[in-house]
């Protein structure tokens, strides 16, 4: 027996507590610690604020820089936001403290995507230090992205790819309800869109992760978001969705080669979407078809792929790494 | 532009040639030698071989040392035997020069199953050089094995999982069809079975490698090897299977824990199969389906996920390593 990887949670919004749940029960890893700024978390035990009926000794703190000091864990599950201005300083933090990381950024998927030089400048700090950084998630990360390139293991030559995932989300918790936009009306919807912190994140991220992974250097990358309607009300545990309000998103990913659709990505988020499944579909020789008829979908996944990521992140090169480059994450025991 | 590596295809067999003609393909890729025992191809052009129409330049010869010795390729495509004590000398000559592989060779997935003295040697010599040594193949190696692996990333346990592949052999080419016994009598069939040379090789490597990946601690590996009979006659392109003979193979893999099945791999192979498909089950949480719905199948995609598993094992750590160790492998270009 190895040693477990000591592990600290950075962030403990809805996914970084279900990581730190999973993670509380991995023989593999010790969670040694647990960072949020949230006043309403800080001091509290993770124990408590998971509803274990037990406490842990695991007690939140929200001096990220003293914790990681203290604690020195060998990787750290991040899950504090999307967008990677947003999270830079806390992985410049890391960096420093030359610990490995997880991330649930979904703009760390491919993070010289959107913010090249952003980029560069933690690839150098985590290299300094020989810490590993790594983006992933179920979606992107997974779903929309990884499966296509590692189907195209058994191509010959691959022409384009196109992957569908139809997610109901009534199925899932209320903040991804409302990210969607369940139960908005069609103007509130479109005045979301418009901060760019709304819907389906990191869809050019997967379109850019696709064309790495597939070798097609791309012209152009587009996407479009649009509300799906319901057509009948509908009610999630949650929340109610009247029949004409918005039920979710459309959003589609494009990557072109000159005029030439090589990349498309198809999803659809709504609360009541028929059929959720995934399915990747490559233009190729031979051709490939690979589908999961329920989906892959739900909270779990997204935790169990941060938390089974985390031992090919602690083995990996230093530097930012995509999930092309470290070996295909594995369930952790 | 970063140079294309250098690569030797090391065995001319049908699988080697095959993918000596992709390898030609790739502009990634330099093909700049080719190895083979056989008078009949060696001082052949390659392209005179593979009936290009061209020739190449690439002669082939059979003396591997002198060739390595003087073309110090980056890698070798490895395609000459199943069995690791019969490629054992040519690995430790490859490591002596310092030289990655991609092998077909189904006992090189995991090696130390069968051969844990010989592994350990290959790994030292591996090591010693710098060299990175990888067997690879659509199954074993993605179909029934790498797959359910990659999938088990979305979940946060595993209790159990279920590989199916159906292959109809009559679409495979003629040794495929030989190697499952298709036209024996059952008689035959059980003298071929006695060689141990014969139907599919690799499925208990599968079932430890799908072990290592999911993390069982196995207690027993078992296999099965039954005839299909055909239940009419059956022409293939290559020859007649008549009622009643053998039309191919079904054979299981079983992995034990104390008495449960954790791991069972049901792989069927003979001429006229119908509904070919691969599918992997996960009994997990969430549980996991993942259907290739026609099918892995064709010596296209063996071919291709070798010559695609170069650049991967170029990059890797020095040693003996798996596919469960190596980036996943994605289409070269």
Redesign the interface.
């Known amino acids: 027996m190895t040693s477990p990887v000591r592990v600290v949670s950075f962030g403990l919004g809805p996914i970084g507590l279900a990581a730190a749940r999973?993670a509380l029960?991995k023989t593999?890893l010790q969670l040694v610690g647990a960072i949020d700024i949230d006043p309403a978390k800080v001091g509290q035990d993770l124990g408590d604020l998971l509803e274990l009926g037990r406490t842990t000794g695991i007690v939140v703190e929200a001096d990220a820089d003293a914790a990681l000091a203290r604690l020195k864990p060998d990787c750290v599950l991040h899950c504090t936001s999307s967008f990677l201005p947003a999270i830079k300083d806390q992985l410049l933090l890391l960096s420093r403290h030359g610990v490995d990381v997880v991330s649930s950024s979904e703009e760390l998927l491919v993070p010289e995507f959107q913010h090249p030089e952003l980029a560069a400048e933690l690839d150098a700090a985590a290299k300094a230090s020989g810490a590993t950084i790594l983006g992933t998630g179920?979606n992107p990360g997974?779903a929309m992205d990884?499966?296509a390139?590692?189907a195209?293991?058994?191509?010959?030559?691959?022409q384009s790819v196109k992957c569908v995932r139809v997610v109901d989300a009534a199925t899932r918790r209320l903040p991804l309800q409302r990210k969607v936009g369940a139960g908005l009306s069609q103007s509130e919807f479109r005045k979301q869109l418009e901060t760019g912190k709304f819907g389906h994140i990191g869809m050019r991220e997967s379109v850019a992760l696709v064309a790495r992974?597939?070798?097609f250097e791309l012209d152009r990358i587009e996407h479009t978001v649009e509300p799906v309607l319901a057509p009948e009300d509908h009610k999630t545990p949650f929340l109610i969705v009247k029949e004409g309000e918005v039920a979710g998103i459309r959003n589609h990913g494009y990557g072109y080669i000159q005029k030439r659709l090589v990349v498309h990505l198809d999803l659809s988020m709504y609360v009541g979407a028929p059929d959720p499944h995934d399915q990747v579909e490559l233009e190729?020789?031979?051709?490939?078809?690979?589908?999961?008829?329920?989906g892959?979908?739900?909270d779990?996944?997204?935790?169990?792929?941060l938390?089974?990521?985390v031992h090919g992140v602690v083995g990996a090169r230093p530097g930012l790494v995509t999930v092309?480059?470290?070996?295909?994450?594995?369930?952790?025991?």
């Open positions: 999973l029960q593999s179920v997974f990884l499966l390139v590692v195209s293991a058994v191509t010959m030559d691959v992974g597939l070798g190729s020789e031979p051709p490939i078809s690979l589908r999961f008829p329920s892959i979908a739900g779990q996944a997204t935790a169990s792929i938390v089974n990521s092309l480059d470290v070996p295909p994450a594995r369930i952790a025991r």
